[in-house]
């Protein structure tokens, strides 16, 4: 079981930019997968990025391709999600997850075991 604990949350307006964290007790010893999830009030949890730690492979949601950047620092046990050209429909909990069987579809929900406890993204038009 990996320890996940997010941070980098925050207010900004439309058109700023975040960097989230995602602190991983043991990065890669033992998660076949990343992913960074998001869910807002009302809606179910979807995925946004995912990220394979061994080969870097990502992916990423349609509606934040060309705007969000997933990205791992092994040494570090900690992986990312750079967020530019924020929206007001971006605003969420944020959170990070760790998968350890066959992990695809690698943004499903299902597809993950541990998970870190969220970190709020607010952006205001």
């Known amino acids: 079981q990996v320890q996940l604990v997010e941070s980098g949350g925050g207010s900004v307006q439309t058109g700023g930019s975040l960097r989230l964290s995602c602190a991983a007790s043991d990065y890669t010893a033992s998660s076949r997968c990343m992913g960074w999830f998001r869910q807002a009030p009302g809606k179910e949890r979807e995925g946004v990025a995912g990220?394979?730690?061994?080969?870097?492979?990502?992916v990423y949601a349609n509606s934040v391709k060309g705007r969000f950047t997933i990205s791992q620092d092994k040494a570090k046990n900690t992986m990312y999600l750079q967020m530019s050209s924020l929206k007001p429909e971006d605003t969420a909990m944020y959170y990070c997850?760790?998968?350890?069987?066959?992990?695809?579809?690698?943004?499903?929900?299902?597809?993950?075991?541990?998970w870190g406890q969220g970190t709020q993204v607010t952006v205001s038009s």
């Open positions: 990220i394979y730690p061994n080969s870097g492979s990502t």
């Open positions: 997850a760790a998968g350890y069987g066959r992990c695809w579809p690698v943004l499903m929900p299902n597809t993950y075991n541990d």
